[in-house]
């Protein structure tokens, strides 16, 4: 099952999300960033810890439309996102921006640790349980000096990958198979040994790896009016993330 939202698109959508949690007691602020802002309906929308642009090293949340290469195209796709960047040997090569090289600035290594603790995949299923449908796990490789960057038309990846949680399943379902970088992840059955794995196969220091752990839902048109709202939105799929926006 894929549920409605009653949104028509991801400005649509960012914006009423937006306003909805500005009023969040106790709660750090997030910044509503547009990836590209040339082209606000269909884009990639962020929500970041700082104004610090780009955003590459945080944890983040994302809206996003699945792209032509996905098991689901053209799905509203909404949920948490991290970003596995470059290793600092590749910094000096020719073609690489130094900003996508990773530091001890960047988020990744936490990510990895709460990872290996199982606390994303634990995330992951409850998301999972409040929707009563599929978590969809995704995955885009894309070679050191091709990588997307803000404000252009993205890249389309080298590799993808698509996994699924079923909420009656306690391990990730493979969707959409890799059979080029990202094969050696093809039989992982969680987000711990897909990290595990990208943190031990020293091939994935040549790639930049975006991994996105969410939701998806249709959007709303004249024939699909109601469903879910920015309040259910954000309870039911967003609400868990918060803690590994940094």
Not at 78 to 85: L, T, V
Request: aromatic share 14%.
């Amino acid at each position: 099952m894929i549920l409605q939202s009653c949104f028509i698109n991801n400005s649509d959508i960012a914006h009423t999300i937006n306003e909805h949690i500005q009023f969040r007691a106790n709660q750090p602020r997030l910044w509503l960033k547009p990836y590209n802002r040339y082209m606000p309906e269909s884009t990639e929308w962020w929500f970041i810890p700082s104004k610090e642009w780009p955003a590459y090293h945080h944890g983040k949340l994302f809206i996003w439309k699945t792209p032509s290469y996905s098991k689901t195209p053209g799905l509203l796709y909404i949920g948490y996102y991290i970003e596995h960047g470059l290793d600092n040997e590749l910094g000096n090569l020719s073609g690489v921006n130094r900003k996508q090289v990773m530091t001890n600035l960047w988020y990744w290594k936490e990510f990895v640790n709460h990872a290996k603790n199982g606390r994303i995949d634990d995330k992951t299923r409850l998301i999972s349980l409040n929707s009563k449908c599929h978590t969809i796990v995704f995955l885009k490789a894309y070679e050191f000096n091709r990588i997307h960057e803000p404000d252009k038309n993205p890249n389309i990846p080298v590799d993808s990958l698509e996994f699924y949680l079923d909420h009656k399943q306690n391990h990730l379902c493979v969707e959409n198979q890799s059979n080029k970088t990202l094969k050696p992840l093809n039989e992982s059955q969680s987000i711990n040994e897909i990290v595990d794995i990208l943190e031990n196969d020293k091939n994935f220091r040549f790639f930049w790896i975006d991994i996105m752990i969410g939701t998806t839902l249709y959007y709303s048109d004249e024939e699909k009016k109601g469903g879910w709202e920015a309040r259910e939105i954000w309870y039911q799929l967003l609400e868990p993330w918060p803690p590994f926006v940094h």
